[in-house]
């Protein structure tokens, strides 16, 4: 009972990273009506910021605090991200408005190619490190019920409050804002939202700039755990199946179907894999969600497709 419960626990945390960086991609989708495939690459570029500006500012500007580099690192990135999201609106979105969803989707393909070089010119392609202090300690909880305790994970632990807490927020933000509603009303209809007088370019900031922010929690989290190098651009696509299970157009179903997914490869590659050989942690995800497509393509709760003759 204690390993199905060890199980359990890991899937959630990891469910909950998968929730996060799917949360960009549903924000982006409901703006633009296209698939960001740019977000892995966001998340690349943002992490990366974050290991080269907390390394270099210390030596910059003479100081040791490992807090105030962090500090100021974070800053910086969430800037970064914040002008990357005014130029795509400037130099790409402003130039594609009501095009077809083919070209915002080459045109997201483009940018993502463009982040991976101009992250490797800038911030250099050797595998960096991120220490933002998150505990490495392993935690057991539960020894007076189970002989032995259950053994969790403090830096999974702590991840995974972070995420949940960033996802309920935006959540939030967007449910309950004038600003969820606008970008409701966006996600409907581009040419309907202008004609009432939303600002299609200002919503499109906002949306780009708050999957840039997401992506650069998702980073250092990612980068605190593994490193930082240039592999996470597609390890970030791990999150694609998340977005396909709950729904292109919706924010819970991302949270629910991180989830889902999180804790389905944890116990299939605990029960299953001594009889297939172990790995179903990494095709899983992606078989559900082929499962999905055959019989569900609008996901768990996304809206019905339906099409018009």
Known sequence: MSYLLETLF???????MYALIGLGFVLIFKASGVFNFAQGAMVLVAALSMARFSAWLPQWLGFESLILANVLAFIISAILMIIFAIAVER????????????TLLMATLGISYFLDGFGQTLFG???????VGMPKDPLFVLDQVFEGGILLSLEDLTAAVIAAALVAVLALFF????TGRALRAVADDHQAAQSIGIPLNRIWII????????ALVAGIIWGSKFGVSFTLSTAALRALPVVILGGLTSVPGAIVAGLIIGVGEKLSEAYLGPFLGG????WFAYVLALVFLLFRPQGLFGEKIIDRV
């Open 10 to 16: 890991g899937g959630l945390m990891s469910g909950m």
């Open 175 to 178: 449910q309950f804002t004038p």
């Open 91 to 102: 130099l790409v979105l402003r130039h594609l408005v009501n095009q077809e969803a083919t």
């Open 207 to 214: 949306v780009w700039a708050v999957a840039g922010l997401v």
């Open 279 to 282: 790995g179903i942690e990494n």
């Open 125 to 131: 392609s050797a595998m960096y490190t991120i220490d």
